[in-house]
């Protein structure tokens, strides 16, 4: 089975592709079990709103553009780090807990993994959408990603307030999980550009160190 990444020119299509069903199976059943799971129905539709937005975007683009096998698998592990926090909402998260015990922090970190795991994992796939879909230059599609995320998370905060305050009000705290940190939303989107710069810097010294083994 060939893995493609953003410079791989070959895209397989889905029926062809099994690291794609694989992917697609996986997440299918573990976001059914965080629902039948979930002690909060309204908090799991909440939060999987845009979970459900962004897989809808996904398949209607899929035959105008094809993510490579890389990007796909990045996807899916920052969905999956999702789902599980909206399971429980981010701010009652057992993992998030048993980190908070070991390491004995003032607060539940889950929302810290996945916001930082928001440009850890999908700045990546952006500079694949960017490279070839539209073939801009190099250097735009290794910083793009890092501006894109920092405007996403504005965004999603942006968004949250909105859920939170107007249309689920009774829902806020647990949705926004800001546990008493005025500073929160703030705190999101500063780790969420360091994950995606962390990521294009990893991603490019690689590719560099690729390129030189091939001289």
Same mark, same amino acid.
């Given at each position: ?38 002690? +909060?129905?309204?908090? !799991? ?5 845009? /979970? ?5 975007? @996904?398949? &209607? #683009? ?69 490279? +070839?879909?539209?073939? !801009? ?5 290794? /910083? ?5 995320? @920092?405007? &996403? #998370? ?62």
């Amino acid at each position: 089975m060939s893995f493609t990444t953003a410079s791989s020119l070959t895209r397989k299509p889905f029926v062809q592709n099994r690291l794609l069903q694989v992917c697609g199976i996986v997440f299918l059943i573990f976001w059914i079990g965080t629902f039948i799971n979930t002690p +909060n129905r309204t908090n !799991w539709f909440t939060e999987n709103t845009l /979970v459900a937005i962004f897989l809808l975007s @996904l398949g &209607f #683009s899929y035959k105008k553009f094809k993510f490579s096998d890389f990007s796909y698998l990045l996807m899916t592990i920052y969905l999956l780090l999702h789902i599980y926090g909206a399971e429980y909402t981010y701010a009652e998260n057992p993992f998030g807990y048993w980190l908070k015990d070991i390491l004995h922090l003032h607060r539940n970190h889950y929302d810290r993994i996945v916001h930082c795991s928001f440009g850890l994992l999908l700045a990546y796939p952006m500079r694949d959408y960017f490279k +070839n879909h539209f073939q !801009w230059p190099n250097w735009v599609c290794w /910083v793009l990603p890092c501006e894109i995320t @920092l405007s &996403f #998370s504005a965004m999603y905060e942006l968004i949250e307030w909105l859920v939170a305050d107007i249309f689920f009000p009774a829902e806020g705290d647990a949705y926004l999980g800001s546990q008493g940190d005025i500073w929160d939303a703030q705190k999101d989107m500063g780790i969420a550009f360091i994950g995606s710069v962390t990521a294009m810097i990893f991603f490019s010294t690689i590719k560099r160190i690729h390129q030189s083994s091939k001289k």
